[in-house]
């Protein structure tokens, strides 16, 4: 696995890796190199060379850096000397642009072909709200100088096999976050993302919250659950591969039921409240959500828990056992 490392002035490098634990999990080969106040260049070479060296292979290095010509660029780009055809050095580290490199790690082993290409979410990490204060490239000016064509995809039409396809349902009291935008919409790669909510849906104000956080080139909507059972059967959706976000096992039950083809729920996250009991980390329940869950395993659907795709599952089993117990259940 290609090595990370992560070097600034001062404690951003620090910061920057604990954001991104935050939302991608845990990672190997990963060190933070900082230039502190009462450190000299070659102090920060030291530390460099020290964290090359603790990796389990020293032959792919990525360095991330925050500002080119700055005192940790130009560390590595000594100790890059004579490894140019394998190591790499990408500036202007962002938080976006880190959790793809962490991304890219899976499907990549070059640091170079890896540095190539967070340089597209490193940049397109960077917007402005409201968007009307984005400058307009050359090809939007074109394009609104074009004809657009109008209307909607006629009812019974079919578009590709007729059937959506769900790469991840999840349940998460936070919907759509970081963690999703992210690392699941990463590992999973939908087109669409999809919250599941009557009581969202008609919040206007956390709804454009919602699409307005889909990661670039993904769209996302919010639908109330009898709209959502509607799209499973429409087959103009025949070419959408959706990520499903509920915010209750309720809403996950209610939309099974009613005919939506979900046959595994990865469980993130259900935020404590009064009348539920602690877990795990991120899962607290009550006797409703206990009952819930038991209806969708005789329904035949798997309980998957992790937060991030790089966690380990956790036993359902289990979390159910404890929590019958601690309900008196």
């Known amino acids: ?43 920060l070479r030291a530390k460099m060379q020290a964290a090359i060296d603790s990796f389990d292979s020293q032959d792919e290095i990525l360095f991330l850096v925050d500002l080119w010509s700055g005192t940790p660029f130009n560390q590595a780009n000594a100790l890059i000397n004579g490894h140019e055809d394998k190591w790499a050095i990408v500036t202007g580290l962002n938080l976006p642009m880190l959790i793809e490199a962490y991304g890219a790690r899976f499907t990549m082993e070059s640091a170079q072909e890896i540095a190539t290409y967070v340089l597209g979410p490193g940049r397109e990490g960077v917007k402005v709200k409201p968007e009307s204060l984005e400058p307009k490239t050359k090809a939007e000016v074109k394009e609104e100088t074009q004809p657009k064509l109008k209307g909607a995809i006629p009812e019974g039409t ?46 206007e104000l956390r709804k454009n919250m919602i699409e307005q956080a889909a990661p670039p ?52 996250s259900m935020a404590h409240s009064k009348g539920k009991v602690a877990l795990t980390k991120t899962v607290s329940m009550d006797k409703n959500d206990v009952e819930t869950f038991e209806k969708l395993l005789d329904l035949g659907v798997k309980i998957d828990v992790r937060k991030v795709p790089s966690d380990s599952p956790e036993n359902f089993a289990n979390i159910l056992k404890k929590a019958k117990a601690e309900l008196n259940m």
């Open 158 to 203: 079919v578009i590709g096999d007729g059937q959506i396809k769900y790469v991840l349902a999840r349940i998460d009291t936070r919907l759509l976050h970081g963690q999703v935008a992210t690392s699941w919409t990463k590992s999973v790669g939908p087109n669409r993302i999809i919250a599941v909510s009557d009581r969202v849906a008609k919040d």
């Open 217 to 268: 080139g993904v769209k996302a909507n919010v639908v109330p659950v009898s709209k959502m059972a509607q799209v499973d059967k429409d087959t103009r959706f025949g070419n959408t591969k959706a990520l499903l976000l509920f915010e209750t096992p309720q809403d996950a039950l209610e939309a099974i039921e009613k005919g939506v083809r979900i046959k595994t729920l990865n469980l993130g």
């Open 1 to 43: 696995m290609v090595g990370i490392i992560i070097a600034s002035h001062g404690d951003f490098a620090n910061g920057i890796f604990q954001s991104a634990q935050m939302i991608f999990g845990e990672q190997e080969n990963v060190a933070t190199c900082t230039l502190m106040p009462s450190e000299s260049p070659d102090d």
